[in-house]
């Protein structure tokens, strides 16, 4: 079985555009959660989708959305870019809202 | 509010040694904490998970405690191997209330030929 897949794996992005990263959970798997990890930093919450309904949400501004379709994937938007977006964002899928199983992420540079 | 602290930031050791990496939390109320290993670049992967009741959980060379008294949990790594040079997070959830789980910034190790 696949694990969890991002794409793109990496992209560079100029200030102001927008950015859509996707994401596919494990087969079976409901929950998709989005993370951003600056370098030398943890991971930090970004939003949790369950159900194609959003669980929760992390301290992060409107610019960040984010949505789950019916067959569970998901998609990260960014909308006006900013130097300090640069970050690795990561996607996590778990069965129900329990132990995450991690994707390789996308690295995400802003010039 | 809801913190996970880590110690040391940052580790080198050299093969063979053994280290000891400290996770202090303020999660309540508790319901588990994992110790995640991430190579550089790639996503985390979960090493174990400690739940309220349990106090030492081994995975082959790496034993993880729990004292959920003081919220501290450790992950000792035992005749350490270049391969386990990565970034070790812990990460503590709340019950269903605040079910969201909150990360330390992980310690950076290190391990020398």
């Known amino acids: 079985d696949a694990g969890v897949t991002q794409s793109p794996t990496h992209l560079i992005k100029t200030r102001g555009q927008h950015v859509t990263l996707r994401c596919s959970p494990i087969?079976?798997?409901?929950?998709v959660s989005w993370y951003q990890q600056v370098l030398g930093q943890g991971p930090q919450f970004i939003f949790q989708y369950y159900e194609k309904e959003e669980r929760g949400r992390g301290n992060f501004p409107d610019r960040f959305s984010a949505r789950q379709f019916p067959n569970y994937s998901s998609e990260l938007n960014v909308n006006a870019l900013l130097l300090g977006d640069s970050a690795l964002y990561l996607c996590?899928?778990?069965?129900?809202?329990?132990?995450?199983?991690f994707g390789q992420g996308t690295r995400l540079t802003v010039v | 509010k809801n913190q996970v602290e880590q110690s040391p930031q940052s580790l080198i050791i050299l093969e063979g040694k053994n280290c000891t990496l400290q996770c202090n939390y303020t999660v309540s109320p508790f319901s588990n904490l994992r110790w995640y290993k991430q190579d550089t670049g790639r996503g985390p992967v979960s090493l174990t998970i400690m739940t309220f009741s349990e106090n030492t959980k081994s995975n082959g060379r790496y034993t993880a405690t729990l004292d959920a008294d003081t919220k501290q949990s450790s992950l000792h790594i035992t005749a350490s191997q270049l391969s386990d040079s990565a970034s070790y997070i812990c990460?503590?959830?709340?019950?269903?209330?605040?079910?969201?789980?909150?990360f330390g910034r992980g310690t950076s190790l290190i391990v020398h030929p």
């Open positions: 990460v503590v959830r709340g019950t269903r209330g605040s079910y969201i789980p909150t």
């Open positions: 996590a899928s778990s069965l129900r809202l329990d132990r995450a199983f």
């Open positions: 087969s079976g798997h409901k929950s």
